[in-house]
Nanobody, 124 residues
């Protein structure tokens, strides 16, 4: 059974940094691309970043480009999101996601596996 577990969220001041982790388990002999989405209260789920199976191709949402970095360590079955220069508008629940296959996917509908989410709060 596939399981995704996020960690590393919390409260940080504007301009600060946080690093989210997502540990994946249950993908026995499967290739999978991964992504991060976020959802703020009263808003739709928003694409943040995605990475392919090989880890050599990434894509970012416009609101986080140049501030966030997605990467993965396949040997550890773990994906990360390094978030720098955080802004109050980055406040949201962040979700780790995964989809079978090697290619990047950009919409929530393309992901079949989700973590439970983790809160990130940026104070002004």
């Amino acid at each position: 059974q596939v399981h995704l577990a996020e960690s590393g969220g919390g409260l940080v001041q504007a301009g600060g940094s946080l690093k989210l982790s997502c540990a994946a388990s249950g993908f026995t002999d499967s290739t999978y691309a991964m992504g991060w989405f976020r959802q703020a209260p009263g808003k739709e789920r928003e694409f943040v970043a995605a990475i392919n199976w090989a880890g050599d191709s990434t894509h970012y949402g416009d609101s986080v480009k140049g501030r966030f970095t997605i990467f993965r360590e396949k040997v550890k079955n773990t994906m990360y999101l390094q978030m720098n220069t955080l802004k109050p508008e980055d406040t949201a629940v962040y979700y780790c996601s995964a989809t079978l296959g090697t290619r990047i996917r950009l919409t929530p509908e393309m992901y079949g596996f989700w973590g439970q989410g983790i809160q990130v709060t940026v104070s002004s």
